[in-house]
């Protein structure tokens, strides 16, 4: 009887260690199977399809990513970069209540996933794209066109604006900027108004306009502004949060590059620099190609990993990988056959050159750095 014990217990143990080995086998397959890689392959997918203007299947595939990963960065902010391109998409075919009811959809889709990740940025998400149906849904004739020269009026000082007012200006990047029409603001980018303000600004020893709701100055602004900054390469724009003067928060800074093309860094700033995630887009409408670099910044230089995707106006997508210290990338390493580059390329203020064994390595010049905007010299 002793004996039958011990050997129904060896059957025991046998099926444990059995089924712990087969349990380390399916996560072995699991992680070997690269979940991770999975998550780039529907980011692609997506960046695609956004690039061929098919904006709801780029929402699916976002859905999708948040489905794996809740909460993610890159996820929530192609959502939200993929909904706001819609709903402009079909607001420009004369379709505002259909781009009002895809922005309401958003907003059904973020507060129920807000339930499960409570996430303040989600919440600050949420109460933008409310606010952009609202303004979707605002009368048009009702609302002055921001570079038009209003008819005065005594009993509303509002329109007592001289010609040079900044308001003028600066109130067009706010509404642009605010709905996250950025091929919009190409209009106000570049333009004579911004070239004179510029100019106004630089005999005043001035290098930043800060512009919000019921303010107009340099600095003590709390809250959300849009803001003209002049460096030593020209002027960008920047729309988000600030605090005590400083871009404290989420926000986006955008630079005119070209006749339609345009380069914005879109993610976290504090002490008044792009501090954590974000994604830096260079965007050509002219031949109708993007690319995006994606991952942590420190004091406005990537730092830590970081990811490269170029689509090209047939839809093809080149993704890289690679590591950045203080603004600097020694090595790219690029997924499947094709380089991201053929030759030497300056694209997006990124060079790089494919070597003979398929890698690409990037060469950095005395006085640059890889960053966002205004923060790639030392």
């Known amino acids: 009887m002793e004996e039958k014990k011990q050997s129904s217990a060896g059957i025991i143990i046998c099926l444990v260690i059995m089924a712990l080995l087969a349990g380390a086998w399916v996560v072995i397959f699991v992680i070997g199977t690269g979940p991770a890689r ?28 948040l489905k794996i990963a809740p909460g993610n960065d890159r996820a929530l902010s192609g959502l939200n970069r993929a909904y706001a391109m819609w709903a402009d998409y079909l ?7 259909l781009a009002a009811e895809v922005l309401e959809e958003e907003v059904d889709y973020l507060a129920e996933l807000n339930e499960t990740v409570d996430s303040k940025r989600i ?7 409310e606010q952009n149906a609202n303004d979707i849904l605002a009368d048009d004739t009702q609302k002055p066109d921001p570079f038009a020269q209003p008819t005065p009026d005594p009993g509303d000082p509002t329109q ?11 109130g067009a990047a706010y509404d642009y900027m605010g709905k996250g029409d950025y091929s919009g603001m190409l209009q106000v980018d570049g333009s004579t108004q911004a070239d004179e303000l510029v100019a ?13 709701d019921d303010y107009s100055g340099e600095k003590d602004f709390t809250g ?55 994604t830096i887009t260079n ?19 990537q730092d830590g990993d970081m990811s490269i995707d170029v689509v090209d106006a047939w839809g093809k997508i080149s993704h890289g990988e690679y590591k950045a210290t203080d603004g ?42 890889l960053g966002a905007l205004g923060y790639r010299r030392r």
Not at 91 to 97: C, Y
Not at 283 to 301: A, E, I, K, P
Not at 333 to 358: A, H, M, N
């Open 38 to 65: 999975k998550f780039d392959k529907m980011n692609e997918k997506a960046l695609m399809c956004i690039n061929n203007r098919d904006y709801e299947g780029a929402v699916d595939e976002y859905r999708e990513m």
């Open 200 to 212: 106004q600004m630089k005999q005043r020893g001035q290098d930043v306009f800060i512009f919000g």
């Open 160 to 170: 007592q604006r001289p010609a040079d007012d900044p308001t003028v200006l600066l």
């Open 283 to 301: 965007r050509d409408d002219y031949n109708n190609t993007t690319t995006m670099v994606s991952g942590t910044f420190l004091d406005g230089h």
């Open 91 to 97: 607001e420009s075919d004369g379709e505002p209540e």
């Open 328 to 369: 600097d990338a020694p090595e790219i390493k690029v997924s499947g056959s094709d380089p991201v580059f053929d030759s030497y390329v300056d694209y997006g203020y990124i060079p790089y050159v494919q070597l003979d064994d398929g890698t690409v390595q990037y060469y950095p010049a005395d006085t640059e750095r």
């Open 224 to 278: 959300q502004a849009v803001g003209l900054y002049i460096i030593p390469d020209g002027y960008y724009f920047y729309y988000g949060d600030y605090t005590d003067g400083e871009r404290s928060g989420f926000g986006t800074s955008y630079w005119k590059n070209g006749d339609g093309t345009y380069e914005m860094y879109q993610g976290y700033w504090d002490n008044d620099a792009p501090n954590g995630t974000g």
């Open 123 to 129: 919440s600050r998400m949420i109460q933008e794209v």
